[in-house]
């Protein structure tokens, strides 16, 4: 049996041959911020968002090309919050997988104006995709309502940035877990919940696969906070020991590193359990929550 | 008969009605950029853009309430360009309309963000609004084009921040119109086609529309130039004279305030001249032209 390591592998290897397409290399100065778009997007991502996205299709009999205008899109999403976070004014990063970020490799300007054009071509391509008309709505409905200011990611990039480390103590677990369900949980619940819209899954169906995604979302998060502590810099691809710097709040800065990974363990576990429902169809879906807990980048 | 002004006045009181309803007022950390996007959007702006939207939709049949989703979410779309047009690393602009911008009265994360959020919530508002699914689509995929890159406001931005000054000087028209049609065209032409869309206007009727955008899209950036050296700063409610600061390229910096105000001139009537075409319909739209050349701030 193949590894989840290769499979995702193997997942991204095609899923980076068709977003290329989509980024045709253009002459002229007017295409500086495209250009800088196909630089942070085709810049060795996991894709872990898209392999959820085409996973939780196929659940309903969706196959890879009839979703992949969902998975493009919402990679496009993931990649503008990225080049944004990364900026002077938001987490300051020099270095992202390894390579200079959006505003180091081109300038802040390009780089907000590169965010600005991924988010916008998001919707293009959803927009111009393949998905019937009523399905398609709803996609970019929730879509937007996910990466909103007001209930999605921006939300949770707001309180990542602004919540004040001096909180009562038992407020901050609460904070922490708020942060991270709109920051990192928001776009990770998304490509769940597009595979029931695409395949007409049932509410059962969707509120199973929402609650593996909370579940795995926050062990994501959890795991990013350990490896901010223990991780190998090389490795991660990027600046660590950040939060312990600023003096942010994180999961362990809160529990401490044993108790974090344990909490992890027990949400993959339940994850596993959860996602079981779907009988022999969820093998990739359960590789994946282990290989959450495991990665090392 | 009513002047412009007070008709764009009365539009412009309507549609911000319509618009708070848009941006309750949320307790909590996590609405700043939320809250900064409420502080941005009501910021006294003409309102121009909707209006126009209303007005090419009227002319087809479908009302102000039918079309206000759209015009919602394009005005949106042009507050998030102004939000992220005045930050530090683009035009470093510290009032806007008479009032700090968002990043001198937040910060500059708390801007970015709430740019972002705006154009997120642009297509959340545009994919709930009560338009039909295929014509929504139509929507949604125009207004991200038109918004974007390659081939839209956001490729005219980079042009304006990245041409060089010391181009030959037979270049100059070409790129400063270049500029005009991708950074304020765009968004001006598609107010105009979406009443075609929305109504099921005829190709003839599309292409008069999108004539008369042109013309009055180009005027209007001749006028911003002149106002930029001759305005009232009072009025006008920004720092001028920045592009002759910067030695920026615009129109009137190649044919002086004169030759530049006979061009719009000229285009205004062209603009007069093509929208005839609708007849005793096409009153306002020509008022409105006028009023774009006369304009004081």
Known sequence: MESIVEILSQYSDKFNKDLETYFPRCEGIQY????????????????????????????????YKSSLGASIALELIHS?????????????????????????????????????????????????SCIEDKKKIKLISLLSKLAGAREGMI???????????????????????????????????????????????????????TKYADNIGLAFQITDDILDVIGDEKIVGKTLKKDEKQNKLNFVSIYGVEKAQKQALRLI?????????????????????????????
Do not use: W
């Not at 085709?42 to 969706?62: A, I, M, Y």
């Not at 038992?170 to 877990?177: A, P, T, V």
């Not at 596993?272 to 429902?277: F, R, T």
């Open 32 to 63: 500086r911020a495209f250009d800088a778009m196909r630089y942070s997007i085709t810049n060795g991502g996991k894709r872990l968002r898209p392999f959820l996205l085409t996973k939780s299709s196929e659940l309903f009999g969706v196959d």
């Open 80 to 128: 503008y919050s990225l080049v944004h976070d990364d900026l002077p004014c938001m987490d300051n990063d020099d270095f992202r997988r390894g390579k200079p970020t959006c505003h180091k490799q081109y300038d802040e300007a390009t780089a907000v104006l590169a965010g600005d054009g991924l988010l916008t071509y998001a919707f293009e391509i959803l927009s111009n």
């Open 155 to 209: 939300a949770g990039q707001v309180l990542d940035l602004f919540t004040e480390s001096n909180i009562y103590i038992d407020k901050k677990e609460e904070i922490i877990r708020q942060t991270q369900a709109l920051k990192t949980g928001c776009l990770l619940k998304y490509p769940c919940i597009c595979g029931c819209i695409l395949g007409d899954g049932s509410k059962k169906e969707e509120e199973t696969l």
């Open 269 to 297: 576990e339940e994850a596993i359990e959860v996602i079981d429902y779907f009988g022999t169809n969820s093998c990739e879906f359960k590789l994946l929550a282990k290989y959450i807990l495991d990665r090392k980048y």
